[in-house]
T-cell receptor
Framework: AQSVAQPEDQVNVAEGNPLTVKCTYS??????LFWYVQYPNRGLQFLLK??????LVKGSYGFEAEFNKSQTSFHLKKPSALVSDSALYFC????????????FGAGTRLFVKA | DAGITQSPRHKVTETGTPVTLRCHQT?????MYWYRQDPGHGLRLIHY???????DKGEVSDGYSVSRSKTEDFLLTLESATSSQTSVYFC????????????FGSGTRLTVV
């Protein structure tokens, strides 16, 4: 069965510092991996995806993610955090069987302090 | 969010009553999904649709049913609402193919009293 884990409920970082939000996954077959962001009282917004190719994927708002097959990880990163990056971040893995359902992690809340 | 709307945005209902939530899209996307969001659980899939009249269950489908009679509309019905179904419900859409992420609606906050 496909699964995804986000080991940190919350990440705190100072503005201007680099940030990392961790994600590990379990899939059978090739992984399709995604990151989404949710701002207060909003739906989720797609940030980036890994399907195949380069292990470093670039996405919206200056975010990037590093795919590591041997560690089954897909960590979200940003070189310099902004206060406006404070939000709830979800890692997700797509079930590559019929229906292509996406399974979400429990989410990590990011606080960026000025 | 552009191309997908959910209604109502907020609803309070009594235990035992039926409730229907609506998801409407203007993108002509094949796939539509209903998720619920609860603290500590992230998003959990309730039901999904891969075409008109083609639906299937997700991981938390008990007590819910869905219908998709038109490409643009995907309805979620709580047959007899319970307090455990108090949640925020999100609809998501996706075109065919495996490379695409979801586009989410703004959500429906449902309270069952």
């Amino acid at each position: 069965a496909q699964s995804v884990a986000q080991p940190e409920d919350q990440v705190n970082v100072a503005e201007g510092n680099p940030l990392t939000v961790k994600c590990t996954y379990s899939v059978s077959g090739n992984p399709y991996l995604f990151w989404y962001v949710q701002y207060p009282n909003r739906g989720l917004q797609f940030l980036l995806k890994y399907i195949t190719g380069d292990n470093l994927v670039k996405g919206s708002y200056g975010f990037e993610a590093e795919f590591n097959k041997s560690q089954t990880s897909f960590h979200l990163k940003k070189p310099s955090a902004l206060v406006s990056d404070s939000a709830l971040y979800f890692c997700a893995v797509r079930d590559n069987t019929g229906g292509f359902k996406t399974i979400f992690g429990a989410g990590t809340r990011l606080f960026v302090k000025a | 969010d552009a191309g997908i709307t959910q209604s109502p945005r907020h609803k309070v209902t009594e235990t035992g009553t039926p409730v229907t939530l609506r998801c409407h899209q203007t993108e002509n996307h094949r796939y539509m999904y209903w998720y619920r969001q609860d603290p500590g659980h992230g998003l959990r899939l309730i039901h999904y649709s891969y075409g008109v009249k083609d639906t299937d269950k997700g991981e938390v489908s008990d007590g819910y049913s869905v219908s998709r009679s038109k490409t643009e509309d995907f309805l979620l019905t709580l047959e007899s609402a319970t307090s455990s179904q108090t949640s925020v419900y999100f609809c998501a859409i996706r075109p065919g193919g495996t490379d695409y992420g979801y586009t989410f609606g703004s959500g429906t906050r449902l309270t069952v009293v």
